[in-house]
């Protein structure tokens, strides 16, 4: 019994000691140090901002060019990338056959009319005897029906002489309107059929118009910018590529008439000036809408926003130089700041460098921001 006493003794004076040990080395560590960071005042602002769309640019009139007759290219009159005038000549198809019916169509049209002034002859003098009842009136009535039927044919004839008339003017081709004229798809010689061949391309470039979509909930807003007047010192519109933003401001072409019940997108075209001819269709670029007249928010710098599985904080600065990590809700990024919609008021101090180091109570050794 004693025995056991002694060991009972004696682990308990072990724990005890071990106990002190600890207590010890905690008093010895003492508290973790401050960790320096920058702080920064959060305060309300005017701030302006740009919601951005992906557009594609396209051309504000376009047109394929197609063989309306059938045969063999004889001539081609421009080169590839011209700019081209409304009804200049592009290119020339064989027109012999045409120009041989033609000719021929003539021929029987002039037949046609030859005809109809003999039966308009036979149908007056039969008349003439009509009246002095020195003929039969079958007679008559067969020299009506033959002048009838004569002017008829002339009707015919001269309908075929505008067809083939048209066929012989489709043989020339000519520039729908003025543009800018892409790659020959046939060069001298080739055959191409009416209807089915493409010969080239014509489009406008200048103005150039860009489309995107917007949310449904943007309608009233675009059709409102639709119909307001253009303000060239302080455009709504502006393009970029990439960090470039094009030099010309734009403005509303149309808004589309529906929304698409898929996507619950409506299409909104815009037409920016292109004198230089920077702008190509098929580019893409970003469309920015300039929010209007710019709005009072809380802007704060980007780098002091810290995400965690999918949410955003902040660090705080509280009482006895502590900091406290605050849920946001965050809005626009403008360039290297973001505006706080929400979890921030005016006035409270944010730590924006050396936000990596920190904790929720973390002891801070607080610096200005410069």
Known sequence: MLHKV???GFFCGLLMMSSCGNKQQQVSQGPPPAVSVTLAEVAAAKTTY???????????????????????????????????????RLYS????????????????????ETNLLKAQKDADRYNELDKQDAIAKQQVDYANAALEAAKKQVDAAKANVRAV?????????????????GISQVRMGTSVVAGATILNTVSTDDPMAVDFTVDQKDIYRFSTLQQQKKNTKDSLFTLAFGDMVYPYTG???????????????IKTRLSFPNPKGLLKGGMNATVRVKADGGV????????????????????????????????VKLGKQ?????????????????????????REGSVINAAPNK
């Open 296 to 327: 009072t928010a809380l802007a704060i710098p980007y780098k002091s926003v810290v995400e965690q599985l999918g949410e955003f904080y902040v660090y705080v600065a509280g009482d006895s130089s502590k900091v406290y990590q605050r849920k």
């Open 6 to 8: 002694y060991v009972a």
């Open 165 to 181: 008339q048209a066929n012989v003017r489709f043989a020339t081709i000519t520039a729908p309107f003025g543009g800018t004229i």
């Open 251 to 265: 403005s509303i072409a149309l808004v589309d008439r529906a929304v698409d019940p898929q996507t619950g997108t």
């Open 50 to 88: 740009y919601d951005e769309y992906p557009g594609v640019l396209v051309p504000l009139n376009q047109t394929e060019i197609r063989a309306q007759v059938t045969g063999y290219i004889t001539g081609i009159y421009f080169k590839d990338g011209d700019k081209v005038k409304k009804g200049q």
């Open 93 to 112: 198809i064989d027109a012999q056959a045409y120009d041989a019916n033609y000719q021929n169509a003539i021929a029987n049209m002039q037949v046609q």
């Open 334 to 358: 403008i360039d290297s700041a973001i505006i706080v919609k929400d979890g921030l008021t005016a006035g409270e101090k944010i730590v924006v460098q050396g936000v990596q180091n920190l």
